[in-house]
Structure formats: structure tokens, C-alpha cells
């Protein structure tokens, strides 16, 4: 078996690039697909009656230049405003919510976003009874500030 893979390493490169192609499936970072450029770049050498040291090298190069130069293009096409998305409690704000405990200026009460409940306070001093319509303005900690929508 391996006679055969040291005389074919054409196919050792193809399993490399079809492995790296799957993860990179599953993680989407983009690494991966230049690994596997690299491993294609590799397959065409090995064609060629080349040592596998010169292969190892076709393989490096073209995966850092890949990663260096092809990379930063795709991921800008790819994933546009990437800097510019919030997540996690922060993409509350902007959010439409329901009271469900009224709010008072000198009582904070209660607000369901999306199916989470927070402690909620007002902007303006405004008053806000069960069932109305709310949008979150800003966030501080657990306590959200809203008004009217």
C-alpha cells in the first residue's frame, strides 16, 4: 500500500484536497479552501516527475499566497459588513418588543423581545401599559431603555 501511494502521490494530494474542501465546509473561515488550492496545485506537480520535496513546496507556496492575497477578496464578497454586525445582547437595540409588566418613570417593568424577557426602563419619563408595543433604544447591563414605537 504504500508502494503504491509513494508512485501515485497524485492521489495523496486529491485526498488532501477533498478533505480540506469538506472542512472547510463545516468551519467556513476560508483557510481550509486555500489549503485545498495548494493541494491542487500540488496534484498538477505530482503529474510531472517531480520529488515530493517540490511538491511540499508547490503545496506551501500556493497556500500562502492564497491565504495572503486570495483570502481577503473572498471574504469581503462574501461576508459584506462583516466589522459592522452586532451580536449577542447588542442586537437588541433597535429590536420591537411587547411589555408584559407596565412601565413607569419611577417603576421599570418588563418587556418580551424575541422571546426573552427584560428589565426595562423609560426614555422620556413615558408610562407604558400591558401589551403595548415598545422599541429598545439602548441597553445598559440587563435593563434596556425603550419607547413608544
Known amino acids: 500500500m504504500i508502494d503504491y501511494l509513494t508512485s501515485n ?3 495523496v494530494w486529491t ?12 468551519s467556513g473561515t476560508f483557510y481550509l479552501m486555500c489549503f485545498a488550492v495548494g493541494a491542487a496545485c500540488a496534484v498538477i506537480t505530482s503529474l510531472f516527475p517531480t520529488p515530493l520535496w517540490v511538491q511540499v513546496v ?3 507556496v500556493a497556500s500562502l499566497v492564497c491565504v495572503f492575497c486570495v483570502r481577503p477578496f473572498v471574504v469581503k ?3 459584506p459588513g462583516h466589522d459592522n454586525r452586532v451580536s449577542n445582547a447588542d442586537a437588541l437595540i433597535g429590536s420591537t418588543g411587547i411589555v ?3 412601565i413607569a418613570p419611577e417603576k421599570p417593568g418588563y418587556v418580551k423581545v424575541d422571546g426573552d424577557e427584560w ?11 400591558k401589551g403595548e408595543e415598545v422599541v429598545i433604544k439602548k441597553r445598559d447591563s440587563i435593563i434596556v431603555t425603550v419607547t413608544r414605537k
Open 119 to 129: 428589565r426595562a426602563v423609560t426614555e422620556h419619563g413615558e408610562t407604558f401599559t
Open 58 to 60: 508547490v503545496f506551501a
Open 77 to 79: 464578497y462574501v461576508h
Open 9 to 11: 502521490l497524485w492521489l
Open 100 to 102: 408584559i409588566e407596565p
Open 15 to 26: 485526498l488532501i484536497c477533498i478533505l480540506a474542501l469538506i472542512l472547510e465546509v463545516t
